[in-house]
Each structure stands twice: as structure tokens, then as C-alpha cells.
């Protein structure tokens, strides 16, 4: 098992250009979730989704497009790339949300992604 | 005040030592509870979830405060390989039925030979 895997690992953009992030799992998780992470902030929910063919905002959705066409791929979309959008991007997935709990999440290596 | 808040160290200990994290959450209705473990530009790796009765894993050892609304991870006979940022991580219900994870800053340790 590959487990949780992101493309590409890094990437600069100028402002205003557009790019996809692909995230894929084997695990046959149904949840799958995208992530940023910035120096002192911690790990901030952009979308998510509980199947395929759904999709959810998270905490910071603004600026971000996804898709869940296939269960095991969950895209994240950049419009109209901004400096604010310089970050790490994580994908994770879980099998289940427990009963009045959460599963595991399972997390990708990482897309590390500067914006000019 | 922050949903999930951790002192963010650095935590410098001498190899051998003992050495403990607390993190605080404000969602006393949260039901699942985790630590996990950040290498320097890796991705967060499950280190143990925790427990209402507290559980060990060889020298980790979580512990869950309810009724204060803290969690502790508690690290025995530090390895230079320990060295890492630890996540405190707990569920919160959002949009509804929904469960998420909030993921708190970090605590740095630095483990020194």
C-alpha cells in the first residue's frame, strides 16, 4: 500500500495563475480531507469530503475549489493564486467518522507551494 | 481562547530524561483525543490515540483530564530519534453532524545527546 499520496511535492506560482493539487489514496478510506499548515498556526481545514462525489468547506475554504470524482482521488484547486496561499498543503484520509468521535487520519507527504 | 492550545516549547532534554507535554481544549463535548508526531517537512504520523482510562506504548504514555479539559503525553527514557514536534489533536463537531479534527501548534522537542 502507497498509503496517502500528493502531486507534485513542490511548486512556485505567480499570482493569479491556477494549478491542482491530486491527492490519492489506497486505503479505500471513504473521508478524505486538504489541509494548510503555516508557521504558528497549525493544521486549518480548507474542504473535505465524506464520499465520493461529495465535497464540504472546511475552516478556510475561501480561494480553494475541490473535487471528488473518483473515491480514491480528492482535488484541491487553486483559481487565482495569492501570496496568502504560500503554505504546506496536506491531504489525509480515514476510514469511518466513529460514532460521536473521529477516526484516524492518515496524512500525504506534503505539497509545498510558494505563490509570487 | 484557542480550540486546542499547547505550550510550543522548545522542550530541550538531556538523552534519558523524562519529559511531559500538556495541551488544553475548550470543547468539553469532544470524544476522541490523539498525539501525533511532525519530523521537520514531513507530514503528521499517528503517535497514539488517548484514552479515557489512559493507555502506554512502550515509553508514551497518554493521559485524559475530562473534567479539566487537558491531555497529556508523557515520554520516558528520551531517544535522540524522539526529537519532533508533537500535535495534540482533538475531535470537534462542525457543519452539523460532522466530526473534525482540530489540530493544536505543536510542542518542539529537542532531545540533546
Known amino acids: 500500500n502507497a498509503g496517502v499520496t500528493q502531486t507534485p511535492k513542490f511548486r512556485v506560482l505567480k499570482t493569479g495563475q491556477s494549478m491542482t493539487l491530486l491527492c490519492a489514496q489506497d486505503?479505500?478510506?471513504?473521508?478524505m480531507y486538504w489541509y494548510r499548515q503555516d508557521p504558528g498556526m497549525g493544521l486549518r481545514l480548507i474542504h473535505y469530503s465524506v464520499g465520493e462525489g461529495t465535497t464540504a468547506k472546511g475552516e478556510v475554504p475561501d480561494g480553494y475549489n475541490v473535487s471528488r470524482l473518483k473515491k480514491q482521488n480528492f482535488l484541491l484547486g487553486l483559481e487565482s493564486a495569492a501570496p496568502s496561499q504560500t503554505s504546506v498543503y496536506f491531504c489525509a484520509s480515514s476510514y469511518e467518522q466513529l460514532a460521536g468521535g473521529t477516526d484516524t487520519q492518515y496524512f500525504g507527504p506534503g505539497t509545498r507551494l510558494t505563490v509570487l | 481562547r484557542k480550540e486546542v492550545e499547547q505550550d510550543p516549547g522548545p522542550f530541550n532534554v538531556p538523552e534519558g530524561a523524562t519529559v511531559a507535554f500538556n495541551c488544553t481544549y475548550s470543547?468539553?463535548?469532544?470524544?476522541?483525543f490523539f498525539w501525533y508526531r511532525q519530523d521537520c517537512r514531513k507530514e503528521p504520523k499517528l503517535l497514539m490515540s488517548?484514552?479515557?482510562s489512559g493507555n502506554e506504548d512502550g515509553r508514551f504514555t497518554a493521559q485524559l483530564n475530562r473534567a479539566s479539559q487537558y491531555i497529556s503525553l508523557l515520554i520516558r527514557d528520551s531517544k535522540l530519534s524522539d526529537s519532533a514536534t508533537y500535535l495534540c489533536v482533538v475531535n470537534m463537531r462542525y457543519g452539523g453532524a460532522t466530526n473534525k479534527l482540530i489540530f493544536g501548534t505543536g510542542t518542539l522537542l529537542a532531545v540533546q545527546p
Open positions: 488517548v484514552y479515557s
Open positions: 470543547n468539553s463535548a469532544s470524544q476522541s
Open positions: 486505503m479505500n478510506h471513504e473521508y
